[in-house]
Each structure stands twice: as C-alpha cells, then as structure tokens.
C-alpha cells in the first residue's frame, strides 16, 4: 500500500471547494507520456495554478501502473524544481470501470479515482460507487462519480449516444453513494469525433461544422438541486481547427473533427463546474506538431527533435486553457 501523501499529491477536496466559491474549474488533463506529463507541470507551475494528472485505464496499460505512479511523483519534485514550493497535484484515475481498478489505484498512491458506473442500471451505479467510496474515503482518496452517459470514443470508453443527466436523480445519487464530485451529461463527448456532421450547422464562409450548444438547463437544475457541491465535465476538449489543419495538410485524415466552442466551456467553468477534463485537445497538438517538423525536417530521426516541438505545443496549449478557458491561474495556495 502506498499512500499518495508519500508522493506529495493532494486530493480534490480541498481544490474543488475553493474552485466552486472562485468561480474557475481545476485543469484535467490526461497524460501518458513523460513529454505530456512534463508540459502539463511547466504550464500548471507559469501559471500558478493547481492541476489534476489524469491517468485512463488505457493510459496505465500502455505505461505501465508502477512507471506511471513514479511519474507522478516526478511531477511534484519537478514542480518544485521549476520554483513552486507547494505544488497542488492531483493523480487521478479517469473512467475506472471497476471496483478492483479502483483499488488497485488507490493502493498504488492515487489520490483520487473515478468509478464509472453510468453504463449501468441506475441501482448498481449506485452500489459500485458507495462501495468505492466507502474504499477510498478510509484513505483519504476522493472519489469521483458519473450520472448520464457522453457519446463517443476515447482510449477504451465508447457509447453510441448521450443520455443527459436526469436532475431529479442527483439529490439520491450523491446522498446514497457519498461520492465527493459528479460528472454529468450536458452534450459533451469523448474524442475528436465529437459530433456528427448531422448534428451540427456549417459556416457558410468556413465551411466547418458548429456543434449544438450544450445543455446549461441541465446544469442549472443540477445546481439548485446540489447548490455548492462539485460538478465534472468529461469530454471538453474543443479540438482546436488550426491543429486539425496542419494535421490534414500534412498527411493526416480528420474530416469533420470538432469539438466544443471554448466560450461554453468557460461558461461551465463560471458555475458549480469545477473540473473540466481535457484529452484530445492535447493529442491532436502533440500530432500537428509532429507532423510539421517531419514535413520541415524529413532528414530528423532523433525522437528528441521532433517530440521537444511537441512539447512546447502541448504546454502552449495547457497554459492557453487554464488562463482563457477554465480561469484557473493565480490560484495556487
């Protein structure tokens, strides 16, 4: 058993409370690569701002549980090594699938973990969580939950379509489980594909897709149901059109890949929202990146040429997100 505290992590508790009286939501961002990992400490440390590192059960078998665990701790000295002295980072387990995943992550040094059980009838949903709960809680681990189902495709978690949060559920929902934050459903999804071209309008100037507008009814009446308690947003990547392009130009086949408006986002971020996770947005600057170095240096091979491009790209991206979109920055401490 290895308590997170020994890594110099922290839980949300403490961040969420701050981020739903502050009116900004903490940065989530998926990581499964040392470079991923390093962009996300430069950016959350120029900025000030607390972070969650989040790891998928896909990330943690392409990685490695153990590697992944010693990364994070990696990060906290890194933080300071680049002049934060109290470093606010989270690691956290993104759509665990299981009890037994759940624990494992726990016993392994996570200080916070997801259980998703929105794929399941509305009672085992809840029994799976309170069981994570009751698990995580004599640790110290915050426990993260989902009601609602978001459409997509991310790493290993897929559904065919949304079904939005039921408000008159979330009272019972978050009483019975003891959960500490819920992820809702209001219309995002996971993966770069977000929409289909049918769902959306196009820019008669542009001639690229506009996504529907998210549910904020569906927020507002989560909120008066659950005033103060801390709301998640999955699937919030805004799958910035120029990373598309230079993907497209460049060898790379995206048709149609579009995300949600960063305006929305920072709407969400404004209320009861306190956590937005970002994963794609991240991936699809560590391609363009790639890809243009290939297309302007053919002769390079050296990993190290074109993933230190790819690096900047990805921590440009992180600091752009937590100072314009999420409002996270300055609030270190």
Do not use: W
């Amino acid at each position: 058993m290895v308590s997170y505290k020994e890594l110099g992590l922290v839980n949300t508790r403490e961040m969420f409370a701050k981020a739903v009286k502050g009116g900004y939501a903490i940065p989530a961002f998926n990581f499964n690569t040392m470079e991923q990992m390093q962009a996300i400490v430069q950016a959350a440390v120029e900025t000030k701002s607390p972070v969650i590192m989040q790891v998928s059960k896909g990330a943690r078998k392409y990685a490695n549980p153990t590697i992944l665990r010693y990364m994070a701790q990696g990060a906290v000295e890194y933080a300071k090594e680049l002049g934060c002295e109290k470093p606010e980072i989270v690691l956290h387990l993104d759509h665990g699938d299981s009890f037994e995943t759940c624990k494992s992550c726990i016993d392994s040094g996570f200080s916070s973990v997801m259980i998703d059980g929105s794929s399941l009838p509305y009672e085992e949903n809840i029994a799976v969580t309170k069981k994570v709960v009751e698990y995580a809680h004599q640790f110290d681990v915050t426990v993260e939950a989902e009601l609602g189902v978001l459409a997509g495709v991310e790493d290993e978690v897929s559904a065919a379509e949304s079904h939005y949060t039921k408000p008159e559920e979330v009272i019972d929902f978050s009483t019975r489980t003891g959960c500490d934050s819920l992820a809702i459903s209001i219309g995002t999804s996971h993966g770069a594909y977000k929409f289909k071209p049918e769902q959306c309008t196009r820019d008669p100037e542009t001639g690229l897709l506009i996504p529907p507008p998210l549910a904020f009814d569906v927020l507002e009446a989560v909120e008066k149901k659950l005033p103060g308690f801390p709301i998640v947003l999955h699937g919030s990547s805004s799958v910035p059109q120029e990373y598309v392009k230079i993907i497209n130009t460049h060898g790379g086949k995206l048709p149609d890949a579009v995300g949600i408006p960063e305006e929305q986002l920072r709407k969400a971020a404004k209320s009861a929202v306190c956590k937005i996770n970002i994963d794609s947005d991240s991936r699809l600057a560590m391609t363009a990146a790639i890809r243009l170095h290939f297309a302007e240096h053919p002769e390079h091979f050296d990993p190290r040429q074109y993933l230190t491009p790819a690096r900047e790209e990805m921590k440009k991206l992180y600091i752009h997100k937590i100072v314009n979109v999420l409002g996270s920055d300055g609030k270190l401490g």
